[in-house]
């Protein structure tokens, strides 16, 4: 992170914390998972407000898309209370954008970014598309609606030149833009985004969590992001929530990535290692094998 | 199919009223058409979820589905319909990504296969009902056949129309659909059972086993021209209906199968459109290690060329004009040109030659220039098509006068060589008329660069032979002469 302070963050404007007004936007009490009859973590109880950028890590397998999967009301939890802006999760939340890990978009889409972005917008969903009318001269459906509102996400991530390239012919940072656009397009208040850095090199992840990080603080969208390596937003983040071994451990960044947390959540001992530049190392936790950052 | 009927007269209008005097060929023109709007429309999503092997096996099935009708004695479509659509639903049943499961698919495809292949033993007459399942016989369809495609047909471009963007959503991408609560099971199955009944309709004129022609391979075309979802469906629906209407009208006047036809123009389509983008994507078409002055040099030679190519051009096609309009009986083949207008052929042949010549002195010195600016890799890839195009234009016109010289009733491939001759020798000046219309834009992109007036108005009286490129000669000497450093203007990123 030390190169950061040689190319500046883009100026935020002063964050004015506004106070959590109502209830959290995920309140999670005693919850237990189990996948395929298996108990993947139990007794987890956190809450994240409103507004929060939230990091959500772990091993592979520990459960972190089941989470997602269950704000979303695709997988139901199998004890515990799980609210969602104070109702329960369900399918089709229109206050949940989402970006999956995988998608089935690769180099043969041949498709307009901005047509993925329109399909996403919420509303009209059935009929056939863009500049539709049932009637010769009649009235249009409220199109303009939807290509503004695919504008403006475009825009808010920084990808308003690639609305009309294919989607199959951008690049992996590129592609994740798009896909946030398409999260976003419908103005929603929770943004669940499943290893959008995954396939990222160190720089285009910044530029991802920056990004990301400006629609937190602009929108005041409560953010949920899976990611294997914390370094890149360690600076931007609210909470963590650490999701191993059975257990889920929550918390600011620095209470949670602490050498006793950790040593505590995975039951051996864990080493939390800091380098010169401030990047953190864990070392130990999955059978004692060294597994960098997080 | 006529064999019999009359010679072809090279007169459209005459040919197409003598071929729609026929009934069957009136059915067979219908009912192509609906077959090929709904398979187009059908085939876009087939590529875009990517079930061309689903798409497949059910044609598969539907074979038996055929077989077994013929063995009860009801017409085929409605077997073909019934085992499709059965099969479409346990397809649908079995989860969202089972349509895309390779194995599964491909030991469902060879059981069903071998069933069919059992009702047709137990029936006796095997052979030519096989036949026309496995290949299509489009001539055979009746005037009911033709009422109940185009109900079948309308069903399902109704269906789609309703379910038009959540199927385009769910196909693009499954898991946010999924997320934003659409119905995906329902939105599987009726995507899958629209794909039944539009395999059991197009079975009729293509056959099981050349299905993929209607159904995936126009689709796979359109997206390589377009990117936006509706211009896709309307270009597949398109080139469908094309390879249709063509295939019928060929395989009327010639002795092989209407399905043969509709395959080779797809696979043709879909070869040049295939090779447009590989060029594209090499490394060849990018940027080279040359100085930019090396750039405008060659394209000063290459004007020149360019020039003579036009001069000989036009010379030859005055002879030849001369010639048909002295000799109007002439005999239209190699020997009776040889014969009549061997001046002609004496400009043409080395105007073929200097022109190709020219494109490719243009395409090297855009490649140069290319290194300094990709204003010039575009000029580059249409001059590349202006060499296939003369390339094209010489061997079509070959073949095609090789067909008409070769007797027909000794040589049976002599009809094949014109069949193929015409459309090649056709394609050959369209690409042609791209190197050309790639020369002027790189001409004008030369004069924006240098500022150097004379190119532009060379690129504007390229539409002239012979002038443009006299003119593009003087004014690429004067930008050497003029010793510009090629950073007149800086080069666009």
């Known amino acids: 992170m030390a190169e950061s302070s040689a190319e500046p963050l883009v100026s935020h404007p002063p964050v004015v914390s506004t106070p959590p007004s109502g209830p959290p936007a995920i309140h999670a009490d005693r919850l237990e998972v189990r996948y395929r009859n298996k108990v993947v973590w139990r007794n987890a109880s956190f809450d994240v407000q409103r507004g929060e950028f939230v990091a959500v890590i772990g091993p ?12 979303l009301g695709l997988h139901w939890p199998s004890a515990g209370v799980l ?4 109702g329960a999760p369900r399918r089709g939340n229109p206050r949940i954008g989402y970006v999956p890990q995988r998608h089935t978009i690769d180099r043969d889409t041949h498709l307009e970014c901005d047509k993925l972005v329109r399909l996403a917008y919420p509303g009209r969903q059935w009929g056939p598309g863009q500049r539709f009318r049932p009637i010769p001269w009649g009235p249009r459906f409220n199109l303009r609606q939807e290509a503004d509102a695919a504008e403006q996400a475009l825009e808010d991530v920084g990808a308003s030149d690639l609305a009309s390239k294919s989607l199959g012919a951008l690049s992996g940072g590129e592609l994740q833009r798009v896909f946030l656009a398409e999260a976003l397009v ?15 090199d160190i720089r285009r992840s910044r530029e991802l969590v920056e990004v990301i990080h400006r629609l937190v603080q602009t929108r005041g969208v409560t953010t949920l992001l899976v990611a294997h390596d914390i370094n890149p937003m360690i600076k931007c983040l609210d909470k963590v929530i650490y999701i191993a071994n059975g257990k889920v451990a929550t918390g600011r960044p620095s209470e949670v990535l602490t050498s006793a947390s950790l040593t505590a959540l995975y039951g051996v001992r864990v080493e939390v290692l800091r380098d010169s530049r401030n990047n953190i190392v864990i070392v130990g936790g999955e059978d004692d094998r060294g597994e960098e950052g997080a | 199919m006529s064999g019999g009927g009359p010679p072809w007269s090279w007169n459209l209008f005459t040919d197409l009223r003598f071929m729609w005097q026929y009934e ?15 398979a187009g ?53 079995l989860g969202n990504r089972a349509s895309n499961r390779d194995v599964e698919i491909g030991t469902v495809l060879a059981f069903a296969l071998g069933l069919g292949l059992l009702f047709l033993s137990l029936y006796q007459g095997y052979a030519t009902e096989a036949y026309s399942i496995l290949f299509g016989e489009v001539l055979g369809i009746s005037t009911a056949g033709v009422d109940f495609t185009f109900w079948t047909g309308l069903v399902v471009i109704a269906v789609v129309a309703m379910i038009y963007r959540p199927l385009l959503f769910a196909s693009l991408d499954e898991d946010v659909a999924e997320a934003k609560g659409m119905p995906m099971l329902f939105l599987n199955l009726a995507f899958l059972l629209l794909l039944a009944v539009t395999i059991s309709i197009a079975v009729q004129i293509i056959g099981v086993l050349l299905i993929f022609a209607l159904m995936v391979t126009p689709a796979a075309i359109a997206v390589r021209l377009t990117k936006r979802a509706a211009t896709a469906v309307i270009v597949s629906i398109v080139v469908a209906m094309t390879a249709v209407w063509a295939g019928l009208f060929i395989g009327f006047y010639e002795p092989y199968p209407v399905s043969f036809f509709i395959v080779g123009i797809v696979f043709v389509e879909y070869v040049c459109i295939r090779g447009m983008g590989v060029l594209r994507e090499t490394e060849f ?17 290459a004007s020149l060329s360019a020039a003579v190519a036009q001069a000989l051009f036009v010379a030859g ?26 001046l002609a052929i004496a400009f043409l042949v080395p105007a073929a030659f200097v022109g190709s010549v020219s494109f490719l002195l243009y395409f090297s010195g855009f490649r140069k220039m290319a290194a300094s600016s990709r204003d010039f890799t575009s000029p580059a890839f249409l001059t590349l098509a202006g060499i296939l195009g003369i390339t094209m234009t010489v061997g079509g016109l070959g073949l095609f006068l090789g067909g008409v010289a070769l007797n027909a009733s000794a040589y ?17 000046v369209l690409l042609s008329v791209v190197g050309l219309f790639g020369q002027a834009v790189g001409n004008w992109r030369v004069g924006l660069r240098y500022e150097e007036g004379s190119l532009r108005t060379a690129a504007i009286l390229t539409c002239l032979p012979f002038v443009g490129f006299a003119v593009a000669y003087v004014g690429y000497r004067r930008t050497l002469a003029r010793g510009a450093p090629p950073t007149a203007r800086p080069a666009t990123v």
């Open chain 2, 317 to 342: 096609a005055l002879f030849l004009t001369e010639s048909l309009l002295a000799h109007p009986g002439a005999a239209w083949n190699a020997a009776g040109l040889y014969s009549h207008a061997l």
């Open chain 1, 186 to 200: 419908g103005n929603p208040d929770m943004l669940l985004l499943d290893e959008p850095l995954s396939n990222l």
């Open chain 2, 412 to 428: 049976p491939l002599a009809p094949v060589a014109i069949l193929f001759g015409v459309p090649l020798l056709l394609l050959g």
């Open chain 1, 83 to 86: 609210r969602v802006f104070d």
């Open chain 2, 41 to 93: 429309l059908v085939g876009y999503f087939v590529v875009l979820r990517r079930s061309a092997f689903a798409s497949h096996a059910l044609g598969h099935t539907g074979f038996s589905g055929a077989a077994a009708a013929v063995l009860v004695g009801v017409d085929p479509v409605y077997g073909l319909l019934v085992f499709t659509m059965v099969t479409a639903s346990g397809m649908a049943l």
């Open chain 2, 24 to 38: 069957f060929m009136r059915n067979a023109f219908e009912a192509g058409t609906i077959i090929a709007l709904v």
């Open chain 1, 60 to 71: 592979n397998g520990a459960g972190k898309t089941t989470l997602f999967r269950m704000l």
């Open chain 2, 285 to 301: 078409l990018q940027a080279v290690d040359a100085t930019e002055y090396e750039g405008v040099r060659s394209l000063r030679n």
